[in-house]
């Protein structure tokens, strides 16, 4: 699997991420990564994420989008997609 390093994260396999969010798993073969949480554009994604990549997340919204830092900025990406098992 591939590790999608978005704090410099070092350390691998632990619930939480070196900034205290939680680590999991990208369940799809492609995850968008959105400027914020509307997904009726594409001119807000920031970049994708692959099946097995680890990222770390933070707080959830109501519609189910978590908090990210995608390449030094805030991004959000779908919560049905994410998983504390490695797929």
């Not at 997904?39 to 970049?47: E, F, K, R, V």
């Not at 692959?50 to 779908?78: A, C, H, N, T």
């Amino acid at each position: 699997f591939r590790i999608v390093y978005l704090s410099r994260c070092e350390v691998l396999g632990q619930a939480q991420g070196p900034n205290g969010g939680r680590l999991l798993y990208v369940t799809s073969s492609a995850l968008n990564v959105r400027s914020s949480t509307d997904t009726a554009t594409s001119s807000n994604i920031l970049g994708t994420l692959g099946m097995g990549d680890l990222i770390e997340v933070f707080e959830q919204d109501e519609g189910g989008s978590y908090r990210v830092v995608y390449k030094g900025r805030i991004g959000y990406v779908s919560g049905k997609y994410l998983s504390e098992t490695r797929p």
